[in-house]
């Protein structure tokens, strides 16, 4: 989308998607939320550390696992009055430290309270559970203001979740745990000159005035020279190979199911190389020094961006020498 100055900009996700492993300590503690029973730790003092952690601050081991709660005091909270959509609850709510009864520290999670009135520092919180649980914090949905009817509710979570469970809650030993940040990305102006560009499947490099090299995608200022390097030419949509990597390794984000091959290719014209994706050949062919050409997506769905190339393919041409690639490496 255009900005109010005419310069591109997109909603973008920095997302690292991975399993984590536990451990025995905090898998117990997420079974038990699994169980709808909430637990703590006894560390080297005496004291019950809640969430509880493998060593207390002394460095000590902690010991035994110890039901704590169902419920506890909020000793401190803060309103949100907006939630975002990351948040666990979709209404104003309090983020508060909630000293759960029998523990000696307080855990971190949402109060739903109703009303930021009805929030305050010292008043007691019950659990309230999410029907379906898999072994996450988000197994509580979130505390709410105790009354005989939460209290009951929360005592009757806790007796079902034991039941089922059977006997000791299972240990969870692995869960998902993502890690992403949301953000708008500016192209700036010369980035948004080049995705402009691809709309029309043409391929945009600025040249230096000083040195002529010729940067893709275009930038404000030679890096080399320290000039502006404003004047902009057209580079061909075909190019060489410079160096190459085969991804043999499955991910969530990966544009293909693997082996398949990213490139780096010189395209003619151009004195810095593009990086994208290289098709039509199996992994064992690849080599540096090949002739691709850009495979451009149907017009209906070309638009101000990379993605315009759907992929680089052989020319079946002859390789290119050595010598004709090895400045760009």
């Not at 704590?68 to 401190?76: A, D, K, N, S």
């Not at 007691?124 to 505390?143: I, K, N």
């Not at 090299?213 to 190979?241: E, I, M, S």
Request: charged share 25%; aromatic share 6%.
């Amino acid at each position: 989308m255009d900005g109010d100055d005419g310069v591109l900009e997109a909603p973008y996700r920095l997302e690292y998607t991975y399993t984590r492993s536990t451990g025995p300590v905090i898998g117990r503690f997420l079974g038990a939320l699994r169980a709808a029973t909430l637990e703590g730790v006894r560390t080297a003092d005496g004291g019950v550390l809640v969430p509880p952690l493998e060593y207390d601050t002394s460095g000590e081991a902690t010991g035994e696992a110890v039901p704590v709660g169902p419920g506890g005091v909020v000793t401190t909270w803060a309103w949100v009055t907006e939630p975002r959509r990351e948040h666990p609850l979709a209404r104003p709510f309090a983020w508060a430290l909630v000293k759960l009864d029998g523990a000696s520290t307080a855990m971190l999670h949402a109060v739903d309270a109703g009303d930021l009135a009805a929030m305050k520092t010292g008043m007691r919180v019950v659990p309230r559970w999410r029907d379906e649980r898999t072994g996450s914090v988000r197994d509580l949905a979130c505390f709410v203001p105790e009354s005989p009817l939460t209290l009951s509710e929360a005592r009757s979570a806790e007796s079902k979740g034991a039941r089922d469970e059977r006997t000791a809650p299972e240990p969870v030993a692995l869960f998902p745990s993502p890690v992403a940040l949301d953000y708008t990305v500016t192209a700036g102006h010369h980035l948004s000159t080049y995705l402009r560009a691809m709309k029309e499947k043409r391929i945009v490099g600025g040249r230096c005035p000083s040195c002529t090299k010729v940067y893709l995608p275009p930038r404000g200022a030679c890096p080399t020279c320290g000039v502006p390097a404003d004047a902009l030419v057209d580079v061909a949509d075909h190019g060489v190979v410079t160096t190459f990597c085969v991804i043999r390794i499955p991910f969530d984000a990966a544009p293909f199911p693997p082996p398949y091959i990213a490139i780096a290719v010189i395209l003619e014209g151009a004195d810095l190389p593009m990086f994208h994706l290289l098709r039509g050949i199996a992994p064992e062919e690849a080599r540096m020094g090949m002739r691709v050409r850009a495979v451009w997506a149907p017009d209906d769905e070309l638009g101000p961006t990379l993605a315009s190339i759907k992929w680089f393919e052989p020319t079946g041409e002859p390789d290119a020498d050595t010598a004709e690639i090895e400045r760009h490496l």
